[in-house]
């Protein structure tokens, strides 16, 4: 038997229930399970419930979010998946991370994971326009433009926030970080925390180049990012 939900298909053995048996859809004879009934269905039905219905959140970034310079499963996204898992919660995490994608790029990324149906969708663009300069108007028309298509087709987002260095100029760096709340305001969508949060800075927490953070420092963006969802996600 096939069941589909949203454009994905799972397949399951037919069982037939009687009174007294359990007939098996697959050539076998009849077995007499006494008492199995009952123990049967509920199994089928939890496995069911967790395969078919589960809800499914796609972070969408950039070499942030792909885990640049460390292992997969060490980035942020897998270490949630993992903790999501260990909770038995009916949300799956998956990532789509672009090492050195601007804002420019978030409309038509958006629009390109939406045919997959997610549940919600959780945008952390904006990184790599701030370490290149590129004008604040610039960035935020950007991501307005992706919250915007969002809206009209009805994909729940949260936005998650990013700063830039100090050392591009204190103005610039406040400019900046006020795009996203702002946005979030004008779009009514969640406001995440600022992803690099007890992070940025920290040697001990980054590689070399002092931009993207070590398994250490992906384990706290994890254990972050992670209590946030806790709280978002059963409101979406």
Do not use: C
């Not at 406001?191 to 980054?206: C, E, H, R, S």
């Amino acid at each position: 038997m096939k069941y589909a939900k949203e454009g994905r298909i799972f397949e399951s053995k037919i069982i037939r229930f009687s009174f007294a048996e359990i007939t098996l859809a697959n050539g076998l004879n009849p077995i007499r399970l006494p008492g199995m009934k009952r123990l049967i269905s509920f199994l089928l039905l939890n496995l069911f419930a967790t395969t078919v219905f589960a809800k499914r959140m796609i972070f969408l970034g950039d070499s942030l979010t792909e885990g640049y310079g460390v292992a997969q499963e060490a980035a942020f996204p897998q270490i949630i998946q993992q903790k999501f898992k260990a909770d038995k919660s009916e949300w799956e995490i998956s990532a789509s991370g672009s090492s050195g994608s601007t804002s420019a790029s978030t409309l038509s990324r958006l629009k390109w994971i939406s045919k997959d149906k997610p549940d919600a969708v959780f945008i952390l663009m904006g990184s790599n326009d701030g370490l290149r300069g590129l004008k604040v108007e610039e960035t935020e028309k950007n991501l307005s433009e992706a919250l915007k298509w969002a809206s009209e087709n009805k994909i729940k987002i949260i936005l998650g926030q990013l700063h830039v260095p100090p050392n591009y100029g204190k103005d610039y760096a406040k400019n900046f970080a006020a795009v996203y709340p702002r946005l979030a305001k004008k779009y009514k969508v969640k406001l995440g925390p600022f992803l690099l949060d007890d992070v940025a800075g920290n040697p001990k927490l980054n590689q070399a180049d002092a931009i993207h953070p070590n398994e250490k420092g992906h384990k706290i963006i994890a254990d972050n990012i992670y209590k946030y969802l806790k709280q978002v996600l059963p409101k979406l």
